[in-house]
């Protein structure tokens, strides 16, 4: 009995940090919501291309791989559900081979499901991964070509600036 409790316990703690992780990642996507709302606002342009192809794909992936964890984790809620069906089975008259083998298919079909979907969402959080280097290395370039822009404005003016002075001479 207390190693039953133990291993509920042990259910129950992974759950709830699974659960938790999903609450705070839904909180992080909100606050980056607002936040690109703000930069679009404020003309923060750098800002909101950060935060729209790069915080918050990222977080939305991240979300998705907590929910399908936690649909993973609950997959011994899928089993024990089975074990209800069979005991309900079993009190209805349906042969015990017959409840054992939809209750085992049905199980497995929502395992592999929450499988198939956690590897999409590794896809897509990859994908965007390189899409977020990607945009990060074009607003590096476009940072780049601003500077020596302004460098070479500033050596033209100067220059401008000294012909006019010999001219005037």
């Given at each position: 009995l207390?190693?039953?409790e133990k291993e509920l316990r042990t259910k129950w703690n992974k759950?709830?940090?699974?659960?938790?992780?999903?609450?705070?990642?839904?909180?992080?996507?909100e606050k980056a919501n607002h936040n690109l709302e703000l930069a679009e606002s404020n003309y923060d342009y750098e800002l909101a291309a950060k935060l729209k192809h790069g915080t918050i794909p990222k977080l939305q992936e991240e979300l998705t791989a907590a929910q399908t964890r936690y649909s993973i984790a609950n997959s011994d809620k899928i089993m024990a559900q089975a074990e209800v069906f069979k005991a309900q089975s079993a009190l209805k008259g349906i042969p015990k081979t017959k409840a054992n083998a939809e209750a085992r298919v049905e199980a497995e079909a929502r395992v592999n499901e929450a499988n198939r979907e956690l590897a999409r969402a590794t896809a897509r959080f990859e994908e965007t991964s390189r899409d977020v280097e990607s945009v990060t290395n074009q607003i590096e370039n476009s940072k780049?070509?601003?500077?020596?822009?302004?460098?070479?404005?500033?050596?033209?003016?100067?220059?401008s600036i000294r012909q006019e002075q010999v001219s005037r001479i």
């Open positions: 207390e190693q039953e759950e709830k940090e699974i659960s938790n992780k999903i609450k705070s990642k839904k909180e992080e996507l780049n070509k601003i500077i020596n822009l302004r460098s070479q404005i500033s050596e033209t003016t100067l220059e």
